[in-house]
Structure formats: structure tokens, C-alpha cells
Nanobody, 120 residues
Framework: QVQLVESGGGLVQPGGSLRLSCAAS????????MSWYRQAPGKERELVAT???????NYADSVKGRFTISRDNAKNTVYLQMNSLKPEDTAAYYC??????????????WGQGTQVTVSS
């Protein structure tokens, strides 16, 4: 069974940095787009960044210039490097990936979420 496991969240001061990781495991044929979402209490889940299998990236305007999404295909892992963090970045962060398993049918999976809190 395919699973996405996230790590790297925590408490950081404004202006600080964190790096989130999300590793896919299981019987995987290929991984297509990988994405990071975030959800703050009382708000809708929003798309933060995406990266295609070819390395093309897109970012929400609110994080452009501060966050960098990357992936290591050999490790089936996507990362989110977060710099110059602001209190408004506080949220639960979730990874999402389109994965073809042994059946080769495309299915999207969610990670369990990791909390990022930016506070002084």
C-alpha cells in the first residue's frame, strides 16, 4: 500500500527556517505531480507549491521568494524549504502526490500533516 509520511514541522521564530519532508513508500510505479498544501484553523486548505516529475515548480503568491519545493526521485521524496517564515505561515502542512502503483492507475495520496508554528 502506498503511504506518504511527512516530517520536519515544529516551532520557529519569525524570520527562521524549516524544511519539511514527505516520503512515499510502497509499491510505486511512478510519481507525477507532488504538492504541498497548508490549512490554518478556520480556513480552507490552500495550495502552497507544486513540482512536476520534470521539475517544473509553481508557488502561491504568498510564499514566492521564500519557499522552495524540490524532489528527490530516487528517494520518492518531496521537500519544502521554508525561509523567512512569518506568523501567517502557521498551519498544518500536508503533502499530496499523484502516484501510479502496481496497477499503473493514477491515484492521489495525502500525507498525515505536520504542524508548523511561527511565533516569537
Amino acid at each position: 500500500q502506498v503511504q506518504l509520511v511527512e516530517s520536519g514541522g515544529g516551532l520557529v521564530q519569525p524570520g527562521g527556517s524549516l524544511r519539511l519532508s514527505c516520503a512515499a513508500s510502497g509499491s510505486i510505479f511512478s510519481i507525477n505531480v507532488m504538492s504541498w498544501y497548508r490549512q490554518a484553523p478556520g480556513k480552507e486548505r490552500e495550495l502552497v507549491a507544486t513540482i512536476t516529475s520534470g521539475g517544473t515548480t509553481n508557488y502561491a503568491d504568498s510564499v514566492k521568494g521564500r519557499f522552495t519545493i524540490s524532489r528527490d526521485n530516487a528517494k520518492n521524496t518531496v521537500y519544502l524549504q521554508m525561509n523567512s517564515l512569518k506568523p501567517e505561515d502557521t498551519a498544518a502542512y500536508y503533502c499530496n502526490a499523484g502516484i501510479r502503483g502496481s496497477s499503473r492507475s493514477l491515484r492521489h495520496y495525502w500525507g498525515q500533516g505536520t504542524q508548523v508554528t511561527v511565533s516569537s
